[in-house]
């Protein structure tokens, strides 16, 4: 058990459809970032929330919208998504946005028919 | 920009063995590297965390050693069991003039086989 957790485990959404992802970190941490994970590539980092202030963003299409009401909880909003989205996506914490360890959860594996 | 390799791409040893996972980085300015693990459809388990000021970090069967100036970074596995078959992620943080970009760069992983 890692600290870091996330629901659902498992999504299968339509194109059309809209459905968020959660994630909570029970560490008392700062700093809380979604990353994507597809099949054959490096987990690629979208968003970064430090403070509950989000201080990246890469370049991530805008139908995903992050929301972090506070430290310990972190949702990324799904709106009309493509099939090419389809992926794990994976919810770290750490103490610190300039340092420390990241610590992950188990991901969503969403699929997008 | 930061790109990171991971060699091999895919290992598989019989249990027992000593074995090498290698990680390289195209910018040596790094503020720490990380090694991951993960268990298929699983999330990520860090293993060890090597600051930039440091060689090498042990935990257990896992030895990582870090040379900054070459970019390079392995991870040792001593001793192998099948418990250890998973994917190793390697990932580094590039260093911001003393402190550092909350950015993880990953590798894509090098996928472990040990079969009894």
């Known amino acids: 058990e890692t600290g870091v957790t996330q629901t659902p485990r498992h999504l299968v959404m339509g194109m059309t459809n809209k459905k968020s992802l959660k994630c909570e970190q029970h560490l008392g941490h700062n700093a809380m970032y979604w990353y994507k994970q597809s099949a054959k590539k490096p987990l690629e980092l979208m968003f970064v929330?430090?403070?509950?202030?989000?201080?990246e963003n890469n370049s991530v299409p805008s139908r995903f919208s992050p929301e972090c009401p506070n430290s310990s909880h972190l949702f990324l909003h799904l709106h009309t998504l493509q099939p090419e989205d389809s992926a794990l996506y994976l919810c770290?914490?750490?103490?610190?946005?300039?340092?420390?360890?990241?610590?992950f959860g188990p991901g969503t594996r969403l699929t997008v028919l | 920009k930061q790109e990171v390799t991971q060699i091999p791409a895919a290992l598989s040893v019989p249990e027992g063995e000593n074995l090498v996972l290698n990680c390289s980085f195209t910018d040596s300015a790094i503020y720490n590297l990380q090694w991951f693990r993960q268990d298929p459809g699983k999330g990520l388990t860090s293993l060890l965390l090597?600051?930039?000021?440091?060689r090498e970090q042990t935990s257990g069967r896992l030895n990582a050693s870090l040379d900054k100036s070459s970019g390079r970074s392995t991870l040792y596995i001593a001793a192998s069991q099948p418990g250890d078959s998973a994917t190793y992620l390697c990932a580094v943080r590039l260093n911001a003039g003393g402190t550092s970009y909350g950015k993880l760069t990953f590798g894509q992983g090098t996928i472990l086989t040990v079969h009894p």
């Open positions: 929330y430090s403070l509950e202030e989000r201080v």
């Open positions: 770290a914490s750490s103490q610190d946005y300039s340092r420390g360890e990241q610590f």
């Open positions: 090597i600051q930039s000021s440091q």
